[in-house]
């Protein structure tokens, strides 16, 4: 089993361990997941591939890698297992390596999310902090932190924004988080508020600056807190998407639906997820055996919706035989995963748009 697929068999034992969130002050709307737009149509253009065998900066493509655009269009690329950072041009030109393991400044152990703000390169590592790097990649700070940063969206201001449960003193029952650039942290929410996670879950968050959604890894539920001096939850809504209930049972097994990303521009709220591929439906294994010997891109399609934030409805839905890794962080790219028959791994990096098929239309 691959490092990320041991993370989400932890976070989905724990999440059906934890108590039931209560929801007081704010009762989610149920929704039918089905499309309701029926001219709305995702397109996937490729902008760029990177990938290969040997080639400088490659080991670090895999099915457990992590993407950011900076400012400059500089592609960066880590993953999991490794403890650097691989940097490349926007035409795909590997440029250098940043970082290493160990525990000095700029080095790392495991790092779980790398983002690209205005000032900043915010890396995140599990159980141990962000570092902030210029855009020369020169360690401006580090800044510990004991709780498990898995996403953030990354504001104008090179503030970042994550929901979880953090074990601090100003944090305990709180859920969403603001780390300025000087390493305070600020947390809002009470215990009247809805929790948008079971404890411990993997969350997704999306934004642009006045509003914050909030994705779990297993459910889809998607809550919006509407941001400002303090912010505070808007909207829930718990979406019924039958390809992903489908399988995403009660119990725990692989392969499974997971949520892997989400992105919100002009468009909408767009939402990345994954699902196994049909042929690998009946090759489900129970918790504590062995998954099937299968490349990821060939056991899971890949999904993205693009959701109505003012409805949490559905416009359009895409299908991919590629299987995805969310979306690069500084940039709306689609990160897209695939695997040549000799094993030889590559990333697309996607384009996603919404047109409209107006084909049949009345005029």
Known sequence: ??????IRTISAVL??????????????VRLSGEVTCSQCVITLDTVLTLGGLGGPGLHVITDESRVAVDPGGRILVTNLKEAEISVFDSAGTFLQTVGGRGEGPGEYTFISRINAGPRYIHVF????????????????AEHPLPGWVWDAFVTESDDAVFA???????????????????????????????????????????????????LPETRNRLVRWDLGSSPRVGSVFDRVVEP??????????LPRSFNVGAMLNDDGLWV??????????????????IPPDVPPSREYDGW??????????????????????????????????????????????VEPRLTRDVRGASP
């Open 244 to 253: 992903f209930e489908r399988h995403n049972p009660p119990h725990f097994s």
């Open 164 to 214: 979880g449960r953090l074990p601090t003193p100003g944090s305990v029952g709180l859920d969403l988080h603001v780390f300025s650039p000087s390493g305070d942290i600020t947390s809002y929410g009470d215990d009247h508020l809805v929790r948008p996670q079971a404890l411990d879950d993997v969350l997704y968050v999306a934004g642009n600056g006045q509003t914050l959604w909030v």
């Open 304 to 349: 993205i919706d693009l959701i109505d934030p003012t409805t949490g409805r559905s416009l359009a839905r895409h299908r991919s035989d590629k299987t995805s890794l969310g979306f690069a962080k500084g940039h709306g790219y689609l990160i897209m995963y695939e695997e040549t028959e000799a094993g030889v791994p590559y990333i697309h990096l």
């Open 125 to 140: 590592e599990y159980h141990h902090g962000r570092t902030l790097l210029d855009h020369g990649f020169n360690v401006v």
């Open 272 to 289: 990345a997820w994954i699902a196994p591929d049909p042929e690998w439906t009946d090759r489900r294994v129970t918790l504590g055996g």
């Open 1 to 6: 089993m691959s490092k990320s697929s041991a």
């Open 15 to 28: 999440a059906c361990l934890a108590p039931a969130p209560t929801l007081s002050a704010q009762e989610p």
